[in-house]
């Protein structure tokens, strides 16, 4: 990574030094952002890379399920909908093949078995949620529903759009839009103006070592695994995450399972929004609503990846992966590695954003564990001596 460029508040020097220490290191960079928001304040926003500024639009994946989660979260709040009605109550098309006692809980837990289907999506299908959601509706689920969690990694986002739309006759992009991005003027998006185009920086494919390259031959689960139907490595083609992040139709629809586009500082203001007052604002979730969507609802082993994990509804809690978050920290990663969550304990808002896949880069690249800690430890020392 080239020079880090940006500003750090008072106390906060510290993490630059750890975001320095990482560029330093990083030899297959493509670049990668720092933000971070202390009550409402932004006291970190740093970046660097090679045609990466403060301000590039960069290809953030998965967050997207992070802004879904918001979006329902609030309808939930308001009473527009109900985490234990079933989802064929608004969508009966989807009680087929045993899934009509399904509840919209369930599926912001990763708990429907609802991953994907037989053939596989196709490239143009990934990019659009109703057209997802149309083939989902009749498909079997891949286990009994609430029997167990796996990551709906591709198909999530399609399952509760569809019910939000049913439910309000809105879209959570047009929902998000008007209710989120627009009112905060957050830079990130879920369906990108063609106007933002020219702010752009694609993704880039990982770049392995030797080593890594060794692990990558082995290989997870094969195509016919609950993997392989989760990420559709089963269709043909086999889904191709570089393409996908970088395909201006997947930017436009703002596909909710990973369609995300922005940068490190809006998502960060995004999840300010959601920690704190901000702008004079209230925060966008009560305590109570707050307290659900972070409570942990699936925790154990993941039947899609095999890895232990956990999923509140929507929001990942993220104290599960970084101790040093409260356990009211809640966020989601994206596939290149980024990060970004909110923790109301402490006013903390976090994203770190990059632009080349790194190597277990999901849920968050290796370098978040020592980027979160610097940051959490900054604040805590910002705010004793305030």
Request: net charge negative.
């Given at each position: 990574m080239s020079r880090v460029q940006g500003t750090v508040a008072p106390g906060f020097e510290p993490v630059r030094e750890v975001f320095a220490g990482i560029a330093a290191e990083e030899a297959r960079d493509g670049g990668a952002q720092l933000a971070v928001h202390l009550d409402g304040r932004l006291v970190v926003d740093l970046w660097g890379g090679e045609g990466v500024e403060g301000d590039s639009l960069?290809?953030?994946?998965?967050?997207?399920?992070?802004?879904?989660?918001?979006?329902?979260?609030l309808l939930v709040q308001e009473g527009a909908l109900d985490l234990d009605r079933e989802v064929a109550f608004w969508w009966p098309e989807f009680a087929a093949e045993g899934k009509e006692s399904v509840t919209l809980r369930q599926l912001l837990a990763?708990?429907?078995?609802?991953?994907?289907?037989?053939?596989?999506?196709?490239?143009?299908?990934?990019a659009d949620d109703r057209r997802i959601a149309a083939r989902l509706a009749g498909h079997r689920p891949y286990w009994k529903p609430d029997s167990g969690h796996g990551y709906h990694g591709l198909t999530v986002g399609a399952l509760v759009g569809e019910v939000v739309r049913r439910a309000v006759g809105r879209s959570v992009q047009e929902l998000f839009e008007e209710r989120v991005r627009a009112p905060y003027g957050l830079d990130y998006y879920l369906g990108l103006p063609e106007e933002l185009e020219p702010r752009f920086r694609p993704a880039l494919p990982l770049v392995p070592s030797p080593a890594e390259a060794a692990v990558l031959a082995a290989g997870p689960a094969g195509p016919a695994g609950l993997m392989g139907i989760a990420f559709n490595q089963h269709a043909e083609p086999p889904f191709d995450a570089v393409a996908y992040g970088n395909s201006r139709t997947v930017r436009a629809l703002g596909p909710l399972s990973g369609g995300?586009?922005?940068?490190?500082?809006?998502?960060?203001?995004?999840?300010?929004?959601?920690?704190?007052?901000?702008?004079?604002?209230?925060?966008?979730?009560?305590?109570?609503?707050?307290?659900?969507v972070a409570r942990i609802h699936s925790?154990?082993?993941?039947?899609?990846?095999?890895?232990?994990?956990a999923f509140g509804l929507g929001f990942v809690p993220l104290a599960t992966r970084y101790p040093s978050l409260s356990p009211d920290a809640i966020g989601h990663s994206g596939a290149p590695?980024?990060?970004?969550?909110?923790?109301p304990a402490t006013g903390l808002a976090y994203s770190y954003a990059r632009r080349r896949f790194a190597f277990a880069g999901g849920p968050g690249a290796p370098e978040n564990d020592r980027l979160v800690p610097a940051v959490v430890e900054?604040?805590?020392?910002?705010?004793?001596?305030?």
């Amino acid at each position: 990574m080239s020079r880090v460029q940006g500003t750090v508040a008072p106390g906060f020097e510290p993490v630059r030094e750890v975001f320095a220490g990482i560029a330093a290191e990083e030899a297959r960079d493509g670049g990668a952002q720092l933000a971070v928001h202390l009550d409402g304040r932004l006291v970190v926003d740093l970046w660097g890379g090679e045609g990466v500024e403060g301000d590039s639009l960069l290809a953030l994946y998965s967050s997207s399920k992070g802004a879904m989660a918001l979006v329902t979260a609030l309808l939930v709040q308001e009473g527009a909908l109900d985490l234990d009605r079933e989802v064929a109550f608004w969508w009966p098309e989807f009680a087929a093949e045993g899934k009509e006692s399904v509840t919209l809980r369930q599926l912001l837990a990763h708990r429907s078995g609802v991953i994907g289907v037989e053939d596989g999506f196709t490239a143009e299908e990934l990019a659009d949620d109703r057209r997802i959601a149309a083939r989902l509706a009749g498909h079997r689920p891949y286990w009994k529903p609430d029997s167990g969690h796996g990551y709906h990694g591709l198909t999530v986002g399609a399952l509760v759009g569809e019910v939000v739309r049913r439910a309000v006759g809105r879209s959570v992009q047009e929902l998000f839009e008007e209710r989120v991005r627009a009112p905060y003027g957050l830079d990130y998006y879920l369906g990108l103006p063609e106007e933002l185009e020219p702010r752009f920086r694609p993704a880039l494919p990982l770049v392995p070592s030797p080593a890594e390259a060794a692990v990558l031959a082995a290989g997870p689960a094969g195509p016919a695994g609950l993997m392989g139907i989760a990420f559709n490595q089963h269709a043909e083609p086999p889904f191709d995450a570089v393409a996908y992040g970088n395909s201006r139709t997947v930017r436009a629809l703002g596909p909710l399972s990973g369609g995300g586009v922005g940068t490190a500082r809006g998502l960060s203001r995004m999840y300010a929004a959601l920690a704190g007052e901000l702008d004079g604002r209230p925060p966008l979730l009560t305590p109570a609503t707050l307290a659900e969507v972070a409570r942990i609802h699936s925790r154990g082993t993941d039947l899609v990846t095999g890895s232990e994990n956990a999923f509140g509804l929507g929001f990942v809690p993220l104290a599960t992966r970084y101790p040093s978050l409260s356990p009211d920290a809640i966020g989601h990663s994206g596939a290149p590695g980024s990060q970004a969550f909110a923790d109301p304990a402490t006013g903390l808002a976090y994203s770190y954003a990059r632009r080349r896949f790194a190597f277990a880069g999901g849920p968050g690249a290796p370098e978040n564990d020592r980027l979160v800690p610097a940051v959490v430890e900054a604040a805590a020392r910002v705010r004793a001596g305030a």
